[in-house]
């Protein structure tokens, strides 16, 4: 190679050149979009649970703070990231913990209401009141979330098959 009239000499490497990898499959593609979509699922869920924590603690949103509040804004930050790196466990206990969540939201919320009794009119009123935004964002988000664990398998099941 020569570079203004002076000869370099050639670059000595011990190393082969780097080899592009294989093109992913089309079913690892989907897994890693489900895991990514589950992902910024819980990070959303983190934001605005440490958001409703926050005024909690500033006593702007009329919800009196306990410590145990916290908890509520670090398991779900530890799963998010358990998704991302690809966890099967995580993505399972993200998608009991969001239902479980869910549930108990709605059954302290029906224990408040007046004692005439519970009619299926409370529950759907609960229910749209305390899924911030109503039950079709929660089933949107437990469908991510089964997405995500979905993506998790599946991406563990195409790199244990790809290793010899």
């Keep these: ?8 000499p050639a670059q000595a490497t011990s190393h082969p050149p ?16 489900c895991i990514h979509a589950a992902a910024a699922t819980g990070l959303l869920t983190t934001v605005l649970t440490s958001a409703f924590t926050a005024g909690a603690a500033m006593g702007t949103n009329g919800v009196s703070f306990t ?10 930050a530890g799963l998010t990231a358990g998704i991302y790196w690809r966890s099967r466990v995580a ?3 993200m ?10 939201w ?3 919320d029906l224990l408040l209401q007046d004692n005439d009794g519970v009619a299926w009119a409370d529950v759907a009123d609960s229910l749209d009141a305390c899924l911030s935004g109503g039950l079709v964002t929660a089933a949107v988000m ?3 979330y089964a ?12 790199n244990r098959s790809a290793t010899p």
């Excluded at 190679?1 to 370099?8: A, C, H, I, N, S």
């Excluded at 780097?18 to 979009?33: F, K, M, T, V, Y």
Aim: hydrophobic share 50%.
């Design 95 to 104: 998608l009991a913990y969001f239902v479980v969540a869910k549930a108990l």
């Design 142 to 144: 437990v469908c991510i």
């Design 18 to 33: 780097p080899q592009e990898p294989a093109p992913a499959s089309p079913a690892l593609r989907r897994a890693q979009r």
């Design 106 to 108: 709605v059954w302290n």
């Design 147 to 158: 997405a995500g664990l979905y993506g998790t398998v599946a991406w563990h099941r195409q």
């Design 67 to 76: 410590w145990p509040m916290l908890l509520d804004v670090l398991i779900p």
């Design 91 to 93: 993505a399972g206990l």
């Design 1 to 8: 190679m020569t570079t203004g009239g002076f000869e370099l």
